[in-house]
């Protein structure tokens, strides 16, 4: 447990730099706008205690509230992908459970399921903040195309970067 | 005793979900005090500074079309100005009449960072309170009218533009002089909606639509846009859509508008409102 915490510790500066710096700076098509940062969460060990799933998730989602002046949006929406992740996690199960000293990444465990695992959780995240931030449900499929929009490209961009960084 | 430990323990995941939860849910309702608190405001400075970096590149790509846009404004400027007049009284018309009282002074800000796609949106631009921003100044640029100030750190201040749902601002039709609320609905930069301007108004499309200047933010007459289109609603009232002059995707240089006589003006409001 001790020895990922430095890969982890730098994975969430670098994530919630590049969403602030990067991803909340681009301007594609007027309505998307990925949110990568949640690929943290996702690469959690496969261990780790769920009160410590709640409290990273939080730290995570107000580290990138405070420099996006939302605070609560972003820490609620991930929270709430955070505690989904467990339920998710058993769903996907291999028949002999998970296997002790692998991690929950397409090179343990495929392509194929690291995506569906992915998917649910980042749209679960993308539909929480989208509802959030309009706060009602007027304009009810206008905000779910957006949310969904942009799930498609934070999908795309959490699957690459198991392509190109975690290749190993 | 017992059993409520072991309740808590049982149930640990979802009880820590609900509390924190809770607690974020509680921040998003607090939105006005978190603006003002020293975190946000080290936040703010330390966003502003690489985010001017990376602005700094960006604006030197675009300054051919910079120097043409303060071209064209100076060029508008330099027709205003009163020297260019030629008197037609006996006595001419002195700028610094002690009649006159200076109302609203400007102060150029450079936008440091910017988003249009989210619902909502703000700006951050590089004057902060050591150069005399405060919270509720009003922000133009040589387009149109851009936002009201949010917050304010030493040296840089965040905007709430147009473009955010949650602000709404008096406006006026140009011509036909009746006024309504205009305010965003989220969908596209280019355009929001102008409401509460009573049916028997007369409007047409590609009426003018500028500030009222009742808020004692804006002066009166800046731009905001054009009609493009309209219908009744309820009955009673237009709900009109208007063109902002301002481009939002293309935003690098605005100016802060100080109102040298809105505390009065305020001041007088409240001891009305407290009768």
Redesign the interface.
Known sequence: MIEVLPGNIIRFIVLVFIQ??IL?????M????PYMYVLFILLLPFETP??FL??A??TL?FSV?????????H??AT??MA?MR?FVLNHFAPRDGYEPGTFPRAHYYGFLWFSKYASILIVIHHLALFY???FHFH?FF?TLWRALLSSAFSIILVILSQFFIYRR | MQNLIRFILKYHFILLFVLIQSLSLTLMFQHNYYQKSLAVNTVRNIKGYINGRIFSFREYLKLRELNEKLLNENYQLRNQLMNSYLSVVAEPFSEFDSVYSKQYSYIAAKIVSNSVNKQLNYITIDKGGIHGVEPEMGIVSSEGIVGIVKGVSNHYSTVIPVININLRISARIKDSGYFGSLFWDGKNPVRASLVDIPHHAKMNTGDKVITSGYSAIFPEGIKIGTITGYEIYGGNFYNATVELSTDFRNLSHVYVIKNHFREEQIELENTIQHD
């Open positions: 602030v710096f909340n700076n681009i301007q594609f007027g309505q998307v706008n769920k009160w709640l409290v998730a939080f989602g509230d405070l420099f996006s002046g939302t605070p609560g949006l820490s609620s929270v709430l505690f467990p959030l931030e309009v304009n206008f």
